[in-house]
């Protein structure tokens, strides 16, 4: 069975896509090939292959997110400008 092609064209973020053409190529995989497959799977199961929703937040995430706020709002937290000093405290 001759399948015919044809050619299309698609906008995506310059970042996102230099980093699926290199998963893809340790894949073997060229950008077209895994759009195809894609879209095959869009067919097969009549919408989308996975489920698309919001990534769970953990309690632990949560906590962490909320801990980050507080210190952004404390002004007694220190601040830094030099990357070398920031370190050198983390390593105390």
């Not at 906008?11 to 896509?17: G, N």
């Amino acid at each position: 069975m001759c399948m015919s092609t044809i050619a299309k064209n698609f906008r995506i973020d310059s970042e996102l896509s230099s980093q699926a053409n290199k998963l893809l190529e340790g894949l073997g995989l060229s950008m077209s090939q895994a759009i195809s497959m894609f879209l095959r799977q869009v067919v097969l199961q009549q919408g989308l292959p996975f489920e698309v929703k919001y990534p769970k937040r953990t309690g632990e995430l949560l906590d962490a997110i909320e801990e980050a706020k507080r210190l952004e709002a404390d002004p007694k937290t220190k601040r830094y400008t030099d990357m070398n000093e920031m370190w050198a405290d983390l390593d105390k």
